[in-house]
């Protein structure tokens, strides 16, 4: 039996490991106490502490003054070289000043970063907002860093999509952003959607939970065009499945010509069931949704066309037809826009949301990252099916932005504000 709307339980917060050392002139008496005053400043749900230095890690406590060479020769020891490192100080036996001098050094050798200091007059138990992101985000991107991607692309990026694939070579992307490419023939989600023939019971299962969810009955779709639909749908599963995929990417307008139909419901119910799926053979974009996805524990991404700027306004209207079922509660069954076939969804996006744009540059790694909130909806006949209006801060200074450095057309739309977390995850994992 098929199921539908799946939903993501949230990850519990990983623990970031950290790394006291002190000088050999502090006994070890003195060294136990100054590592328990120290835990008094952190969130103990978020930190564990390793005094004996068993466990990689690239989290460091200068406990006091005379500690950078034992720092350094710990990145050496590690291999450490790549990987940003984090300096805890406070104000006490010139731990900052220690963190002062081997950021100082760091600097000099082109390795990224941060010292995270606890001042004079903070008082135990006093965590700012700042201190327990970092201190949350930190594993999250280690774990991320590390992590390779195994993404299926199945037939080229659209013509319409100018990036450089003498850039975007399969052995730069995977030396540079861990993703494992897999070039699938898209002639495989055909011969896929020939192995498997849906059952009444499934079909019926499909349109009354889509009926259950947002509260009608749509009859707007010939049975025949739905059919076809979830024919591609499973056939793209079965092949996420059989080459052990984290996420794929499809010249989806070949199918409007081989078999009449669309893989617009086939993105909107795996992307809700935490698939990655992006339109058009955009690799940038799959890349887009895979880190919002893993960073921001934020599964159901929207992939869309920028619609309309209003410098005036501080707006942008973004449309598509391919919205994650997991992104709104109301909606309906609809045809791809441009073709009129197919199976797509157009949903109303609820007011007042906050949400995060975004979208990597692989070529010249870069970050297009802000926050906004939904105000409306709208039914704009020339547009694709789902669409929405996001209202950004004037500071943020985006929209006009985006007529000079517009990152291509396609944007990521995550309904949770991720913003800071992913430039946090770009200047210090990729840049």
């Given amino acids: 039996m098929l199921r539908f709307f799946h939903s993501n339980s949230k990850a519990l917060p990983k623990k970031l490991l950290i790394h006291p050392i ?19 400043y952190l969130p103990n749900e978020l930190i564990k502490i390793d005094a004996k230095n068993q ?5 460091f406590f200068l406990a006091t003054g005379g500690t950078e060479s034992q720092l350094m020769d710990l990145i050496s020891k590690w291999s450490l070289q790549n990987s940003p490192i984090f300096v805890f100080t406070n104000s006490y036996r010139n731990s900052l000043p220690a963190g002062l001098e081997l950021k100082t050094r760091l600097n000099q050798e082109g390795q990224k970063s941060e010292i995270i200091h606890i001042p004079y ?31 299926g692309v199945f037939g080229k990026p659209s013509d319409w999509l100018l ?10 992307l995977l030396d540079n952003y861990n993703l494992q490419i897999e070039n699938i023939p898209i002639s495989s989600v055909i011969k896929g959607m020939g192995n498997r023939n849906i059952s009444p019971r499934e079909f019926k299962s499909f349109k009354n939970e889509f009926a259950d969810r947002f509260g009608i009955k749509q009859d707007l779709i010939p049975n025949r065009e739905l059919d076809q639909a979830l024919k591609i749908y499973l056939s793209l599963k079965n092949l996420v499945n059989d080459y052990q995929l984290d996420g794929i990417t499809v ?62 306004k501080n707006t942008l209207a973004l449309a598509h037809c391919t919205l994650p079922f997991g992104f709104s509660q109301s909606g309906s069954l609809n045809t791809h826009f441009e073709s009129g076939i197919g199976v797509a969804v157009q949903t109303d996006i609820p007011r007042n949301i906050d949400c995060t744009i975004s979208r990597f540059n692989l070529q010249n790694n870069s970050l297009l990252s802000e926050h906004g909130k939904t105000i409306d909806h709208t039914h704009v006949n020339h547009w694709c099916r789902s669409q ?44």
Avoid at 281 to 299: A, H, Q, R, S
């Fill in 121 to 151: 007059d903070t008082r135990p138990g006093e965590y700012s907002n700042e201190l327990k992101n970092k201190l949350d985000w930190i594993p999250t991107c280690n774990e991320i860093k590390s992590k390779v991607f195994r993404v």
């Fill in 163 to 172: 990036a450089d694939l003498n850039i975007l070579t399969d052995k730069y």
């Fill in 55 to 59: 466990q990689k890690t690239n989290a």
């Fill in 388 to 431: 929405m209006r996001i209202k950004f801060n004037p500071n943020q200074f985006l929209v006009k932005k985006l007529f000079e450095h517009p990152f291509a057309n396609h944007k990521i739309v995550a309904n949770s504000n991720i913003a800071q977390k992913l430039k946090f995850f770009h200047n210090l994992w990729l840049k």
């Fill in 251 to 312: 010249r989806c307008f070949d199918l409007l010509g081989s078999v009449h139909s669309t893989s617009c419901l086939a993105f909107a119910q795996l992307n809700a069931e935490g698939i990655v799926s992006a339109c058009e053979g955009d690799i940038e974009c799959l890349y887009t949704m895979l880190i919002n996805k893993y960073l921001g524990n934020v599964p159901n991404t929207f992939m869309a066309n920028v619609q309309d700027i209003d410098v005036k």
């Fill in 22 to 40: 002190c000088s050999t002139l502090l006994n070890d008496k003195d060294f136990e106490e100054t590592i328990s005053e120290f835990k008094q």
